[in-house]
Nanobody, 113 residues
């Protein structure tokens, strides 16, 4: 059974930083899976934040380019999201995703102005 456990969310002031982690279990060879982060703000649809492919290529939403960095450690079966320069509009529940369609339970990120 695949499980994704996120951690690292919390409350931070605008301009601050947070690092999200998502540890996967139940996937034997995670190096073949794409891994990513999505977020959903109240009243809005879930949106892609960042994704990292099995080959290490990355893609970011325009709104977070230059501020967020996604990385992965296949040995630890973990994907990270380093978030710097946080803005109030980054406030959302952040979800980890592993291809083809595995999701974590979400972690709240709140940025105060």
């Amino acid at each position: 059974q695949v499980q994704l456990v996120e951690s690292g969310g919390g409350l931070v002031q605008a301009g601050g930083s947070l690092r999200l982690s998502c540890a996967a279990s139940g996937i034997m060879f995670i190096k073949f899976n794409a891994m990513g982060w999505y977020r959903q703000a109240p009243g809005k649809q879930r949106e892609l934040v960042a994704v990292i492919t099995s080959g290490g290529s990355t893609n970011y939403a325009d709104s977070v380019k230059g501020r967020f960095t996604i990385s992965r450690d296949n040995a630890k079966k973990t994907v990270y999201l380093q978030m710097n320069g946080l803005k109030p509009e980054d406030t959302a529940v952040y979800y980890c995703n592993v291809s083809p369609n595995f999701w974590g339970q979400g972690t709240q990120v709140t940025v105060s102005s």
